[in-house]
Protein backbone atom coordinates (compact mmCIF):
# COMPACT_ATOMS: atom_id res chain seq x y z
CA UNK A 1 0.00 0.00 0.00
CA UNK A 2 1.80 3.04 -0.95
CA UNK A 3 0.70 6.60 0.15
CA UNK A 4 -0.44 8.95 -2.03
CA UNK A 5 0.69 12.41 -1.83
CA UNK A 6 -1.06 14.79 -3.70
CA UNK A 7 1.15 17.22 -6.26
CA UNK A 8 0.39 20.77 -5.22
CA UNK A 9 1.37 24.02 -7.18
CA UNK A 10 4.74 26.00 -5.30
CA UNK A 11 3.11 28.87 -5.12
CA UNK A 12 0.61 26.78 -2.94
CA UNK A 13 2.44 25.91 -0.73
CA UNK A 14 3.95 28.60 -0.43
CA UNK A 15 1.02 31.01 0.46
CA UNK A 16 -1.01 28.16 2.64
CA UNK A 17 0.22 29.47 6.21
CA UNK A 18 -0.61 32.81 4.94
CA UNK A 19 -4.58 31.21 3.97
CA UNK A 20 -5.04 29.57 7.44
CA UNK A 21 -3.55 33.09 9.19
CA UNK A 22 -6.04 34.72 7.12
CA UNK A 23 -9.23 32.14 7.68
CA UNK A 24 -8.22 32.63 11.43
CA UNK A 25 -8.44 36.15 11.66
CA UNK A 26 -11.60 36.27 9.11
CA UNK A 27 -13.58 33.81 12.10
CA UNK A 28 -11.73 35.47 15.04
CA UNK A 29 -13.88 39.05 12.98
CA UNK A 30 -17.34 37.25 13.49
CA UNK A 31 -16.63 36.44 17.23
CA UNK A 32 -14.90 39.62 18.02
CA UNK A 33 -18.64 41.49 16.34
CA UNK A 34 -20.62 39.55 18.55
CA UNK A 35 -18.91 40.68 22.13
CA UNK A 36 -19.08 44.01 20.55
CA UNK A 37 -22.26 44.02 20.18
CA UNK A 38 -23.09 42.05 23.22
CA UNK A 39 -21.45 45.13 25.20
CA UNK A 40 -23.09 47.47 23.75
CA UNK A 41 -26.62 45.67 24.42
CA UNK A 42 -25.16 45.29 28.24
CA UNK A 43 -24.10 48.74 28.74
CA UNK A 44 -27.63 50.06 27.94
CA UNK A 45 -30.13 47.64 28.93
CA UNK A 46 -31.54 47.19 32.80
CA UNK A 47 -28.64 45.89 34.16
CA UNK A 48 -26.12 48.53 32.12
CA UNK A 49 -24.82 49.53 35.96
CA UNK A 50 -23.44 46.32 36.18
CA UNK A 51 -21.33 46.46 32.69
CA UNK A 52 -18.82 48.71 35.05
CA UNK A 53 -19.12 47.67 38.43
CA UNK A 54 -18.13 43.95 37.17
CA UNK A 55 -15.01 45.19 35.29
CA UNK A 56 -13.92 47.29 38.18
CA UNK A 57 -13.76 44.13 40.83
CA UNK A 58 -10.41 44.03 42.25
CA UNK A 59 -8.55 41.09 41.45
CA UNK A 60 -4.61 40.36 43.48
CA UNK A 61 -1.69 38.46 41.86
CA UNK A 62 1.25 37.90 43.68
CA UNK A 63 2.93 36.44 47.36
CA UNK A 64 3.94 37.48 51.01
CA UNK A 65 5.56 41.56 50.15
CA UNK A 66 5.53 41.53 45.96
CA UNK A 67 1.28 41.77 45.71
CA UNK A 68 -0.08 43.67 42.96
CA UNK A 69 -3.73 44.71 43.32
CA UNK A 70 -5.80 45.91 40.04
CA UNK A 71 -9.08 45.77 38.28
CA UNK A 72 -10.24 43.01 35.93
CA UNK A 73 -10.11 46.13 33.27
CA UNK A 74 -6.72 46.49 34.01
CA UNK A 75 -5.74 43.15 33.87
CA UNK A 76 -7.13 42.62 30.23
CA UNK A 77 -5.97 45.66 28.84
CA UNK A 78 -2.02 45.70 30.42
CA UNK A 79 -2.03 41.91 31.20
CA UNK A 80 -3.48 39.92 28.02
CA UNK A 81 -3.01 42.53 25.49
CA UNK A 82 0.32 41.94 26.20
CA UNK A 83 -0.04 38.48 24.67
CA UNK A 84 -1.90 39.99 22.03
CA UNK A 85 1.02 42.84 21.24
CA UNK A 86 3.41 39.93 21.93
CA UNK A 87 2.11 38.21 18.76
CA UNK A 88 1.75 40.93 16.62
CA UNK A 89 5.57 40.98 17.67
CA UNK A 90 5.58 37.29 16.39
CA UNK A 91 3.77 38.03 12.79
CA UNK A 92 5.96 41.35 12.72
CA UNK A 93 9.34 39.51 12.65
CA UNK A 94 7.76 36.99 10.68
CA UNK A 95 6.95 39.01 7.65
CA UNK A 96 10.44 40.96 8.39
CA UNK A 97 12.25 37.66 7.80
CA UNK A 98 9.95 35.48 5.04
CA UNK A 99 7.05 37.34 4.15
CA UNK A 100 5.72 40.19 2.16
CA UNK A 101 8.38 42.11 4.14
CA UNK A 102 11.03 40.16 3.74
CA UNK A 103 12.11 42.28 1.09
CA UNK A 104 12.20 45.67 -0.56
CA UNK A 105 10.27 44.70 -3.76
CA UNK A 106 7.38 42.85 -2.14
CA UNK A 107 6.97 45.85 0.94
CA UNK A 108 6.98 48.82 -0.94
CA UNK A 109 3.42 48.74 -1.73
CA UNK A 110 2.12 47.85 1.81
CA UNK A 111 4.23 50.11 3.78
CA UNK A 112 3.77 52.97 1.42
CA UNK A 113 0.15 52.51 1.68
CA UNK A 114 0.33 52.04 5.48
CA UNK A 115 2.31 55.16 5.78
CA UNK A 116 -0.33 56.99 3.94
CA UNK A 117 -3.12 55.52 6.08
CA UNK A 118 -1.75 56.77 9.41
CA UNK A 119 -0.20 60.29 8.47
CA UNK A 120 -3.64 61.57 6.77
CA UNK A 121 -6.02 60.02 9.50
CA UNK A 122 -3.91 61.46 11.95
CA UNK A 123 -3.41 65.28 10.04
CA UNK A 124 -6.85 65.14 9.52
CA UNK A 125 -8.08 64.05 13.50
CA UNK A 126 -5.25 66.86 14.57
CA UNK A 127 -6.24 69.93 11.88
CA UNK A 128 -9.91 69.53 14.05
CA UNK A 129 -8.44 69.44 17.37
CA UNK A 130 -6.20 71.89 17.15
CA UNK A 131 -5.78 73.84 20.07
CA UNK A 132 -7.79 71.94 22.21
CA UNK A 133 -7.16 69.14 25.21
CA UNK A 134 -8.46 66.71 22.92
CA UNK A 135 -5.75 66.63 20.84
CA UNK A 136 -4.00 63.66 22.30
CA UNK A 137 -6.48 61.65 20.71
CA UNK A 138 -4.27 62.03 17.20
CA UNK A 139 -3.14 58.19 17.25
CA UNK A 140 -6.17 57.09 17.23
CA UNK A 141 -7.77 56.99 13.40
CA UNK A 142 -4.34 55.83 12.68
CA UNK A 143 -5.32 52.49 13.53
CA UNK A 144 -6.61 49.32 10.85
CA UNK A 145 -8.32 46.24 12.80
CA UNK A 146 -7.16 43.37 10.89
CA UNK A 147 -9.68 40.74 12.47
CA UNK A 148 -12.50 42.93 11.40
CA UNK A 149 -11.05 43.99 8.29
CA UNK A 150 -10.13 40.05 6.83
CA UNK A 151 -13.38 39.17 8.35
CA UNK A 152 -15.16 41.61 5.41
CA UNK A 153 -13.02 40.79 2.85
CA UNK A 154 -13.40 36.99 3.68
CA UNK A 155 -17.31 37.86 2.67
CA UNK A 156 -16.19 38.20 -1.03
CA UNK A 157 -14.41 34.86 -1.09
CA UNK A 158 -12.15 34.19 -4.63
CA UNK A 159 -14.07 37.95 -5.87
CA UNK A 160 -10.46 39.43 -4.23
CA UNK A 161 -7.25 38.10 -5.54
CA UNK A 162 -5.24 36.43 -3.11
CA UNK A 163 -2.53 38.92 -4.04
CA UNK A 164 -4.42 41.65 -2.48
CA UNK A 165 -5.79 39.67 0.43
CA UNK A 166 -1.87 39.42 1.41
CA UNK A 167 -1.57 43.32 0.88
CA UNK A 168 -4.45 43.90 3.13
CA UNK A 169 -2.83 41.61 5.99
CA UNK A 170 0.85 43.44 5.44
CA UNK A 171 -0.73 46.87 5.75
CA UNK A 172 -2.11 46.12 8.84
CA UNK A 173 0.71 44.57 10.61
CA UNK A 174 3.13 47.45 9.21
CA UNK A 175 -0.13 49.70 10.72
CA UNK A 176 0.54 47.47 13.62
CA UNK A 177 3.78 48.18 13.95
CA UNK A 178 3.28 51.91 13.38
CA UNK A 179 1.00 51.90 16.24
CA UNK A 180 3.21 50.03 19.04
CA UNK A 181 5.52 52.86 17.94
CA UNK A 182 3.00 55.82 18.51
CA UNK A 183 2.31 54.16 22.02
CA UNK A 184 5.59 53.63 23.23
CA UNK A 185 6.79 57.02 21.80
CA UNK A 186 4.01 59.11 22.37
CA UNK A 187 1.46 58.01 24.93
CA UNK A 188 4.11 57.21 27.63
CA UNK A 189 4.02 58.56 30.89
CA UNK A 190 6.88 59.93 33.32
CA UNK A 191 10.07 57.61 32.68
CA UNK A 192 11.51 55.63 35.96
CA UNK A 193 15.08 55.20 35.06
CA UNK A 194 15.55 51.82 37.40
CA UNK A 195 12.83 49.78 35.55
CA UNK A 196 13.67 51.11 32.49
CA UNK A 197 16.98 49.65 33.40
CA UNK A 198 16.04 46.27 35.28
CA UNK A 199 13.90 45.83 31.60
CA UNK A 200 16.93 46.65 29.29
CA UNK A 201 19.06 43.99 31.69
CA UNK A 202 16.16 41.54 30.93
CA UNK A 203 15.61 42.42 27.41
CA UNK A 204 19.70 41.66 27.05
CA UNK A 205 18.73 38.12 28.48
CA UNK A 206 16.27 37.44 26.33
CA UNK A 207 18.68 38.51 23.34
CA UNK A 208 21.68 36.20 25.03
CA UNK A 209 19.11 33.21 25.62
CA UNK A 210 18.36 33.36 21.78
CA UNK A 211 21.93 33.46 20.20
CA UNK A 212 22.67 30.25 22.74
CA UNK A 213 20.06 28.83 21.24
CA UNK A 214 18.23 28.06 23.98
CA UNK A 215 14.60 27.08 22.26
CA UNK A 216 12.45 26.00 25.60
CA UNK A 217 9.51 28.62 25.43
CA UNK A 218 9.31 28.77 29.68
CA UNK A 219 12.47 30.32 29.95
CA UNK A 220 11.09 32.88 27.23
CA UNK A 221 7.88 32.66 29.40
CA UNK A 222 9.43 33.49 32.60
CA UNK A 223 11.99 36.51 30.80
CA UNK A 224 9.08 37.94 29.64
CA UNK A 225 6.78 37.89 32.14
CA UNK A 226 9.86 39.80 34.44
CA UNK A 227 10.25 42.14 31.23
CA UNK A 228 6.87 42.81 31.45
CA UNK A 229 7.06 43.73 34.94
CA UNK A 230 9.54 46.56 34.47
CA UNK A 231 7.74 48.15 31.45
CA UNK A 232 4.47 48.14 34.28
CA UNK A 233 6.49 50.47 36.51
CA UNK A 234 8.76 51.76 34.06
CA UNK A 235 6.68 54.47 32.11
CA UNK A 236 6.33 52.74 28.82
CA UNK A 237 3.31 50.80 28.66
CA UNK A 238 3.71 47.61 29.70
CA UNK A 239 1.87 45.98 26.78
CA UNK A 240 5.03 46.83 25.04
CA UNK A 241 6.70 44.25 26.61
CA UNK A 242 4.93 41.86 24.23
CA UNK A 243 5.99 43.12 21.12
CA UNK A 244 9.95 43.75 22.46
CA UNK A 245 9.52 40.09 24.07
CA UNK A 246 8.30 38.39 20.50
CA UNK A 247 11.18 39.72 18.61
CA UNK A 248 13.70 37.96 20.69
CA UNK A 249 12.29 34.52 20.31
CA UNK A 250 14.23 32.56 17.92
CA UNK A 251 13.27 32.07 14.12
CA UNK A 252 15.38 29.14 12.56
CA UNK A 253 14.65 25.70 12.97
CA UNK A 254 16.44 22.72 14.07
CA UNK A 255 16.60 21.06 10.94
CA UNK A 256 16.09 22.46 7.42
CA UNK A 257 13.26 21.97 5.36
CA UNK A 258 15.40 20.08 3.31
CA UNK A 259 17.18 17.88 5.74
CA UNK A 260 13.13 17.11 7.09
CA UNK A 261 11.69 16.06 3.58
CA UNK A 262 14.51 13.37 3.11
CA UNK A 263 14.07 12.44 6.67
CA UNK A 264 10.57 11.58 6.36
CA UNK A 265 10.68 10.10 2.94
CA UNK A 266 13.40 7.37 4.58
CA UNK A 267 10.62 7.26 8.03
CA UNK A 268 7.62 6.84 5.12
CA UNK A 269 9.57 3.95 3.54
CA UNK A 270 9.74 1.83 7.22
CA UNK A 271 6.19 2.35 7.88
CA UNK A 272 5.07 0.88 4.60
CA UNK A 273 7.02 -2.19 5.02
CA UNK A 274 5.19 -5.23 4.57
CA UNK A 275 3.62 -6.29 8.12
CA UNK A 276 3.55 -2.81 9.37
CA UNK A 277 0.12 -1.39 7.78
CA UNK A 278 -3.05 -2.96 7.43
CA UNK A 279 -6.97 -1.97 8.50
CA UNK A 280 -6.17 -4.70 10.87
CA UNK A 281 -2.67 -4.47 11.31
CA UNK A 282 -1.49 -3.56 15.17
CA UNK A 283 1.47 -1.19 15.74
CA UNK A 284 4.43 -2.84 16.07
CA UNK A 285 7.73 -1.55 18.17
CA UNK A 286 9.49 -0.69 14.91
CA UNK A 287 6.09 1.09 13.36
CA UNK A 288 5.99 3.21 16.62
CA UNK A 289 9.67 4.22 16.90
CA UNK A 290 9.13 5.56 13.00
CA UNK A 291 6.28 7.34 14.15
CA UNK A 292 7.88 9.03 16.73
CA UNK A 293 10.69 9.77 14.87
CA UNK A 294 8.62 11.62 12.36
CA UNK A 295 7.41 13.68 15.38
CA UNK A 296 10.90 14.57 16.41
CA UNK A 297 11.82 15.90 13.18
CA UNK A 298 8.46 17.59 13.00
CA UNK A 299 8.91 19.87 15.64
CA UNK A 300 12.41 20.39 15.48
CA UNK A 301 11.81 21.78 11.43
CA UNK A 302 8.92 24.61 12.76
CA UNK A 303 11.23 27.32 14.81
CA UNK A 304 9.90 28.41 18.13
CA UNK A 305 8.76 31.43 16.68
CA UNK A 306 6.53 29.31 14.24
CA UNK A 307 4.89 27.08 16.84
CA UNK A 308 4.17 30.22 19.69
CA UNK A 309 2.19 32.48 16.51
CA UNK A 310 0.36 29.36 15.86
CA UNK A 311 -0.66 28.31 19.06
CA UNK A 312 -1.27 31.86 20.59
CA UNK A 313 -3.30 33.08 17.18
CA UNK A 314 -6.17 31.29 18.34
CA UNK A 315 -6.31 32.25 21.37
CA UNK A 316 -6.02 35.73 20.38
CA UNK A 317 -8.63 35.33 18.02
CA UNK A 318 -10.99 33.38 19.78
CA UNK A 319 -10.56 34.81 23.77
CA UNK A 320 -8.09 37.49 23.92
CA UNK A 321 -9.45 40.28 21.59
CA UNK A 322 -13.14 39.13 22.05
CA UNK A 323 -12.97 39.94 25.91
CA UNK A 324 -11.02 43.47 25.01
CA UNK A 325 -14.40 44.34 23.05
CA UNK A 326 -16.22 43.05 25.42
CA UNK A 327 -14.74 45.12 28.02
CA UNK A 328 -14.37 48.35 26.08
CA UNK A 329 -16.47 48.46 23.64
CA UNK A 330 -20.01 48.81 26.09
CA UNK A 331 -21.01 52.65 25.18
CA UNK A 332 -23.78 53.78 26.70
CA UNK A 333 -25.83 55.76 24.40
CA UNK A 334 -27.54 58.90 25.55
CA UNK A 335 -29.23 61.71 23.64
CA UNK A 336 -26.73 64.29 25.33
CA UNK A 337 -23.85 61.95 23.63
CA UNK A 338 -25.79 61.65 19.99
CA UNK A 339 -26.88 65.24 20.27
CA UNK A 340 -23.66 66.34 20.36
CA UNK A 341 -22.07 63.52 17.86
CA UNK A 342 -19.83 66.16 15.60
CA UNK A 343 -18.00 66.99 18.69
CA UNK A 344 -14.20 67.32 17.54
CA UNK A 345 -13.20 63.87 19.02
CA UNK A 346 -15.92 61.83 17.19
CA UNK A 347 -15.54 63.76 14.10
CA UNK A 348 -11.75 63.90 13.34
CA UNK A 349 -11.88 59.90 14.04
CA UNK A 350 -14.93 59.51 11.57
CA UNK A 351 -13.31 61.65 9.06
CA UNK A 352 -9.69 60.42 9.95
CA UNK A 353 -10.99 56.69 9.71
CA UNK A 354 -13.30 56.51 6.80
CA UNK A 355 -11.84 59.30 4.80
CA UNK A 356 -8.31 59.57 6.08
CA UNK A 357 -8.01 56.22 5.55
CA UNK A 358 -9.14 55.95 1.82
CA UNK A 359 -7.08 59.47 1.22
CA UNK A 360 -3.76 58.30 2.58
CA UNK A 361 -3.49 54.67 1.10
CA UNK A 362 -5.15 55.47 -2.11
CA UNK A 363 -2.44 58.23 -2.27
CA UNK A 364 -0.10 56.97 -1.42
CA UNK A 365 -0.24 53.88 -3.15
CA UNK A 366 -0.09 55.50 -6.53
CA UNK A 367 2.71 57.92 -5.58
CA UNK A 368 4.63 54.71 -4.70
CA UNK A 369 3.43 52.76 -8.23
CA UNK A 370 4.07 55.88 -10.20
CA UNK A 371 7.70 56.63 -8.53
CA UNK A 372 8.28 52.37 -10.44
CA UNK A 373 8.68 51.82 -6.63
CA UNK A 374 6.09 49.55 -6.20
CA UNK A 375 3.53 47.63 -8.45
CA UNK A 376 0.07 46.64 -8.08
CA UNK A 377 -0.96 42.88 -7.13
CA UNK A 378 -1.41 40.27 -9.11
CA UNK A 379 -5.28 40.30 -10.43
CA UNK A 380 -5.76 43.96 -8.52
CA UNK A 381 -7.39 46.93 -9.79
CA UNK A 382 -7.64 50.38 -8.66
CA UNK A 383 -11.58 49.39 -7.79
CA UNK A 384 -10.86 46.94 -5.35
CA UNK A 385 -7.13 48.63 -4.04
CA UNK A 386 -10.30 51.56 -3.17
CA UNK A 387 -12.40 49.17 -1.39
CA UNK A 388 -9.42 47.97 0.26
CA UNK A 389 -8.36 51.12 1.72
CA UNK A 390 -11.74 51.51 2.60
CA UNK A 391 -12.18 48.53 4.69
CA UNK A 392 -8.83 49.35 6.44
CA UNK A 393 -10.56 52.64 8.01
CA UNK A 394 -12.22 49.70 10.43
CA UNK A 395 -9.98 50.70 13.47
CA UNK A 396 -11.65 49.28 16.01
CA UNK A 397 -9.47 47.21 18.62
CA UNK A 398 -6.30 49.41 18.08
CA UNK A 399 -8.17 52.26 17.78
CA UNK A 400 -9.96 51.30 21.81
CA UNK A 401 -6.93 50.90 22.83
CA UNK A 402 -5.04 53.63 22.24
CA UNK A 403 -8.23 55.74 22.94
CA UNK A 404 -7.97 54.19 26.74
CA UNK A 405 -4.26 55.82 26.47
CA UNK A 406 -4.94 59.31 25.36
CA UNK A 407 -7.92 60.08 27.34
CA UNK A 408 -8.53 60.37 30.96
CA UNK A 409 -11.49 62.24 31.13
CA UNK A 410 -14.62 60.20 30.68
CA UNK A 411 -16.74 62.54 28.47
CA UNK A 412 -13.53 62.42 25.99
CA UNK A 413 -13.37 58.53 26.06
CA UNK A 414 -17.08 58.07 25.56
CA UNK A 415 -16.96 60.68 22.49
CA UNK A 416 -13.67 58.66 21.05
CA UNK A 417 -15.51 55.17 21.56
CA UNK A 418 -18.59 56.83 20.06
CA UNK A 419 -16.83 57.91 16.62
CA UNK A 420 -14.56 54.77 16.40
CA UNK A 421 -18.01 52.31 16.47
CA UNK A 422 -19.85 54.82 13.72
CA UNK A 423 -16.40 55.26 11.57
CA UNK A 424 -15.57 51.36 12.16
CA UNK A 425 -19.10 50.09 10.96
CA UNK A 426 -19.39 52.43 8.05
CA UNK A 427 -15.73 52.18 7.07
CA UNK A 428 -17.08 48.33 6.39
CA UNK A 429 -20.34 49.05 4.42
CA UNK A 430 -18.60 51.44 2.20
CA UNK A 431 -15.80 49.25 1.41
CA UNK A 432 -18.21 46.16 1.08
CA UNK A 433 -20.21 48.10 -1.41
CA UNK A 434 -17.00 49.73 -3.32
CA UNK A 435 -15.98 45.95 -3.38
CA UNK A 436 -19.20 44.52 -4.80
CA UNK A 437 -20.44 47.47 -7.18
CA UNK A 438 -17.88 49.34 -8.32
CA UNK A 439 -16.44 49.12 -12.10
CA UNK A 440 -12.41 47.88 -12.20
CA UNK A 441 -9.90 50.01 -13.60
CA UNK A 442 -7.13 48.94 -14.98
CA UNK A 443 -4.09 50.84 -13.23
CA UNK A 444 -2.69 53.37 -16.05
Not at 2 to 25: G, S, Y
Not at 152 to 177: C, M, Q
Not at 334 to 348: A, H, Q, V
Not at 417 to 428: E, M, N, P, R, T
Request: contains cysteine; glycine residues 8%.
Amino acid sequence: MKIKVENKPRIEKILRPFQRFFITQASGGIVLLVCAVVAIVWANSPWGEYYDKIWHIDFTIGFKDFILTQSLHYWINDGLMAIFFFVVGLEIKRELIVGELSSFKKAALPIAAAIGGMLVPAAIYSALNYGSDSISGWGIPMATDIAFAVGIIALFGNRIPLGLKVFLTALAIVDDLGAVLVIAIFYTSDLYLTSLLIGGIIFIALIVCNRLHIRHPIVYLILGIGLWFAFLYSGVHATIAGVIAAFTIPAKARINSKKYVEEGKEIFKELELPGNIGEDVPATKEFNSAVFHLESISHKVLSPMHRLEHKLTYWVAFFIMPIFALVNAGLKIESELLSNIFNPISLGIILGLIAGKQIGILLFSWLSIKLKIAELPAGATWNKLHGISAVAGIGFTMSLFIAGLAFDNILYLQEAKLGILIASALSGIIGAVILKLGKDHKPA
